[in-house]
């Protein structure tokens, strides 16, 4: 988000009560800053306190609705219309039967004037759809309802999820002249899975590491627990766990580091001994990640083009274990299967990273990491994804108002999760009422 001036506290946005200093400072404070929405009034009165060009400040509810507002004018305006669309597609699902399915996009010609990751600012949301059941069918609709946008696309990027094939191989029949890539994050998470599901060494490493987990959790060693793992994305950070253990190795033959811990060396030794027998399965999987890692930042920064393969292959270590050299021969193969869908000259987005940075995003600025289902917070992804400015939130609240944003949340969401429980408490509550008898008033 641009920066705040002090002219913008000075300026008066028609029918608002704030300044528009103050509504873009806050959804600056959310955007930008990652500041939890129950926190912005507090961190501005705080500001305030020590700057006279301040003033009052909105509450929860009110940021809420900024938010929410500025999201739904941006899902509104319309992107440009051309024929070098690149979208990426995925799915979020959070507590109940309702997910929502959402398109990023950027334009190919913007994106190939420099070699880099793509930020949340370089894409925009091209359409955002709460649904109850996805099908191939339910996906094929959104993209053609996303090309009466943007045009359509020169490639769609998604991850493997079966009704995100059904439903894009669907769009490919009928737009034969656009392409689809596998995003490399999940290639590479696929193939490690296939691996390591098959290595008995990572999986008794695994149970070894839970055991120990549980072993050291209430004791002195605690600091020495390994990180949390995901469950159902495991393999998508197994890198972490890697890490750990060459770093705990490497502190079993310091004495000196243990010392400066204050910790007991043969305490350490007796509960952390068991990974010496894991240290060359250990340094096997360094050389694994290695090989997925430079796969993976060189796809992020370069995307898929004619040469992406032979340069990668010029890239890419040597491994000396078996496991890591079939899979750097597996991600060249990737890669160049990818690259044969690139048109001479062009440069194909090959990773959807940026999108699943959104979605992680999303669920912080929503808070409580889903506990309340799907909402009207969903708009607010129009708001993380792409570039905003002062002038953008300015017309945001000028246009749309309270009423469009509960509107859009009655056509798409109807009643949620939370809606119901204030259904079932005041329902539950009322009854109570029934069955407590009046006291008598004699």
């Not at 190939?112 to 191939?136: A, F, M, W, Y």
């Not at 910790?263 to 997925?292: C, H, I, Q």
């Not at 808070?367 to 939130?393: N, P």
Request: overall charge neutral; charged content about 25%.
């Amino acid at each position: 988000m641009s920066l705040v001036t002090p002219q913008d506290f000075r300026t008066n946005i028609p029918r608002q009560q704030f300044s528009l200093g103050v509504v873009a400072a806050s959804l600056a404070l959310v955007l930008r800053a990652g500041t939890p929405l129950k926190r912005v009034a507090t961190v501005l009165a705080l500001s305030w306190s020590w700057w006279d060009d301040g003033g009052a400040v909105g509450s929860y509810a009110t940021v809420r609705l900024w938010l929410l507002r500025l999201g739904l004018y941006r899902l509104r305006t319309p992107p440009e219309r051309a024929d070098d669309w690149m979208w990426i597609i995925d799915q979020t699902i959070q507590l109940g039967e309702r997910k929502c399915s959402i398109i990023v996009g950027l334009r190919q010609s913007a994106w190939n004037t420099e070699k880099r990751c793509l930020s949340h600012d370089d894409v925009q949301v091209i359409d955002l759809q709460p649904i109850r059941t996805s099908t191939g069918e339910v996906v094929y609709q959104q993209l053609e309802a996303a090309a009466v946008k943007t045009g359509v696309p020169r490639l769609i990027v998604s991850d493997g999820g079966r009704d995100l094939r059904k439903g894009i191989n669907q769009f490919l029949d009928a737009h034969p002249d656009t392409t689809w890539l596998y995003d490399v994050k999940h290639k590479t998470a696929c193939l490690l899975k296939h691996e390591l599901e098959q290595d008995d060494s990572w999986q008794a490493f695994v149970g070894e590491v839970n055991q120990f987990k549980q072993r050291v959790s209430v004791t002195p060693l605690a600091c020495l627990s390994p990180p949390q793992q995901r469950g159902k994305a495991r393999y998508l950070n197994i890198d972490v766990l890697v890490d750990w253990a060459e770093e705990k190795l490497r502190l079993l033959d310091s004495p000196q580091a243990l010392a400066v811990a204050g910790l007991d060396a043969s305490k350490v030794e007796e509960k952390l001994g068991w990974l010496r027998t894991f240290a060359p399965a250990v340094n096997g999987w360094r050389e694994v990640m290695n090989v997925v890692e430079h796969t993976e930042h060189y796809v992020r920064h370069h995307g898929i083009h004619r040469q992406a393969a032979a340069e990668l292959g010029s890239l890419l270590p040597h491994p000396g274990s078996a496991m890591a050299d079939r899979l750097r021969t597996q991600l060249l193969e990737y890669v160049q299967a990818a690259a044969q869908e690139a048109r001479e000259g062009e440069r194909l987005l090959g990773s959807s990273e940026v999108l699943e940075s959104i979605i992680g995003k999303f669920k912080r600025v929503a808070g409580e990491r889903g506990q309340h289902g799907l909402t009207g917070m969903v708009l607010s992804f129009a708001a993380i994804a792409g570039h905003v400015t002062v002038d953008a939130v300015e017309t945001a609240l000028e246009t749309v108002t309270c009423k469009d944003v509960w509107d859009w949340c009655h056509m798409h969401l109807g009643t949620t999760l939370q809606g119901l429980r204030r259904k079932i408490a005041g329902a539950l509550d009322l009854e109570q009422k029934r069955k407590t008898p009046c006291p008598d008033s004699g």
